[in-house]
C-alpha cells in the first residue's frame, strides 16, 4: 500500500501560477503510475496528468496541455504538478492517484480509472 499526501493548493489570481506536491509513504513509489485527478462541486472527477514510474512518459488532458506540468522524483517519494497561466476553470480540488504498475515503467495512462490509491486532496482557487 501507499499514503499520498497532498499540498500546495491556495488562492490565485488568474494568469498566475502554483506548484502542487504529492508526498507518498509506504510501498515502493517509483514502481507507481503516479497520476493528478481534479474535481469541482457538484461535477465529475476529470484527469489532468499522468507520470510513467520511469518518468519518461507523460499524459496530459487537452485543456491544460501547455500550461501544466506533471514530473517525479522518485528519490524524494514526491511527485509534482506545476501549474501555470492558471484560469478560474481551473479551480478545484486537486487529488493524487497512484496505480502500482511495477512491470510497466512507460505507463502513463489518459483516465484516474485503474488508480488504486488516492489521497485526500488540495483546494485550488483560481479568481479572476
Known amino acids: 500500500q501507499v499514503q499520498l499526501v497532498e499540498s500546495g493548493g491556495g488562492l490565485v489570481q488568474a494568469g498566475g501560477s502554483l506548484r502542487l506536491s504529492c508526498a507518498a509513504s509506504?510501498?515502493?513509489?517509483?514502481?507507481?503510475?503516479m497520476a493528478w485527478v481534479r474535481q469541482t462541486p457538484g461535477k465529475e472527477r476529470e484527469f489532468v496528468a499522468s507520470i510513467s514510474w520511469s518518468g519518461s512518459s507523460v499524459y496530459y488532458e487537452d485543456s491544460v496541455k501547455g500550461r501544466f506540468t506533471i514530473s517525479r522524483d522518485n528519490a524524494k517519494n514526491t511527485v509534482y504538478l506545476q501549474m501555470n497561466s492558471l484560469k478560474p476553470d481551473d479551480t478545484a480540488v486537486y487529488y493524487c492517484a497512484a496505480d502500482y504498475t511495477p512491470f510497466n515503467s512507460n505507463y502513463a495512462p489518459s483516465t484516474y480509472h485503474g488508480m488504486d490509491y488516492w489521497g485526500k486532496g488540495t483546494l485550488v482557487t483560481v479568481s479572476s
Open positions: 509506504g510501498r515502493t513509489f517509483s514502481w507507481y503510475t
